[in-house]
């Protein structure tokens, strides 16, 4: 399985960027799709997950009602939008491939190369 991360950038504070994640390889339906980020000094940390059958979402508090994971099985990709963005958003967000929607890093199996997110205030 590969995973290839595009869509960061710099966006204003309060601005909106959407993540993509490309997947190559074979995917199972009970398979989740999370997307991490790591900001420089600090521990990787969850954002969201999505089953690739669809169904179920899972989000970290800080970005609920911001941010939304979703999925296209037919594009075999994951999506993040991320809306109203704030100074503690920058970071590198990685998606990441594993056997359940878990929101453990380590459960995850398979890891992009991560795209920068930057917010300008």
């Known amino acids: 399985v590969q995973l290839v991360e595009s869509g960061g950038g710099v966006v204003q504070a309060g601005g909106s960027l959407r993540l993509s994640c490309a997947a190559s390889?074979?995917?199972?339906?009970?398979?989740?799709m999370g997307w991490f980020r790591q900001a420089p000094g600090k521990e990787r940390e969850f954002v969201a997950t999505?089953?690739?059958?669809?169904?179920?979402?899972n989000y970290a508090d800080s970005v609920k009602d911001r941010f939304t994971i979703s999925r296209d099985n037919a594009k075999n990709t994951v999506y993040l939008q991320m809306n109203s963005l704030k100074p503690e958003d920058p970071a590198v967000y990685y998606c990441?491939?594993?056997?359940?929607?878990?929101?453990?890093?380590?459960?995850?199996?398979?890891w992009g190369q991560g795209t920068q997110v930057t917010v300008s205030s």
């Open positions: 999505v089953r690739w059958s669809g169904g179920y979402t």
């Open positions: 990441a491939l594993g056997q359940w929607t878990y929101s453990r890093s380590d459960r995850y199996d398979y």
């Open positions: 390889g074979r995917i199972f339906s009970t398979s989740g």
